[in-house]
């Protein structure tokens, strides 16, 4: 399996994988949803502010993730997680974990200070995310569910307590994701 930075021309492939993998898991009224926000995240995001990364079997996109900026109010450079999938056909063989890890590292090498998500702790916490409490970082909308933010340090610091909200960017800023 290659796994390579996203480029524009593989911008189809991804939006029919989101929108598949999220139809597959959750529904269409879902899969929909993802389909719209990853079309706005590829369009609407300054190149410097999002990066993403791809899995390839055989000539097959089968993974996709994507980091955005998230603006803290502190001098610490963060991205978010958001969203990951993985081909129905191949989940639960290791590939989200090792695209994930893949996309943490290039962040790291990148100086990027903390990588924040929303999602299920249970996953996330195999690739280094721990529950963050609001007190610490706000997350920029109201949360649905609060156990889901979380958080990793990608430098030696810890993660202080900063006074204010975060920001992500024009995608993300719709509270029916959060
Ligand atoms: C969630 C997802 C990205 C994980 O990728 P994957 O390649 O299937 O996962 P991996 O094989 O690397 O890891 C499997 C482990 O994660 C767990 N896991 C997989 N999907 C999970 C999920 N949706 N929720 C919680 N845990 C999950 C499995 O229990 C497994 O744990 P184990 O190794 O202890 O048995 C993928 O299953 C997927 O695309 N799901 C549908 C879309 C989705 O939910 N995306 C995430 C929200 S943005």
């Given at each position: 399996m290659k796994l390579s930075t996203f480029n524009a021309s593989q911008s189809p492939d991804v939006i029919n994988l989101f929108t598949k993998v999220f139809s597959d898991s959750e529904g269409q009224d879902e899969g929909e949803t993802i389909s719209r926000l990853v079309s706005e995240l590829i369009i609407t995001t300054d190149e410097h502010d999002i990066v993403g990364f791809v899995a390839i079997l055989e000539k097959e996109l089968v993974g996709c993730i994507f980091f955005s900026r998230l603006i803290l109010p502190s001098e610490k450079i963060a991205f978010i997680l958001s969203p990951v999938a993985i081909a129905t056909d191949q989940q639960g063989k290791g590939i989200g974990q090792q695209l994930i890890r893949h996309g943490i590292e290039y962040l790291r090498i990148k100086d990027i200070d903390f990588v924040f998500t929303y999602g299920d702790p249970n996953f996330y916490s195999k690739v280094g995310f721990q529950q963050i409490n609001e007190d610490i970082v706000k997350a920029p909308f109201k949360l649905?569910?609060?156990?889901?933010w979380l958080a990793q340090s990608l430098q030696s610091g810890v993660i202080d307590a900063m006074v204010g909200s975060s920001v992500c960017v024009k995608a993300l800023n719709k509270q029916e994701y959060w």
């Open positions: 649905t569910q609060p156990e889901g």
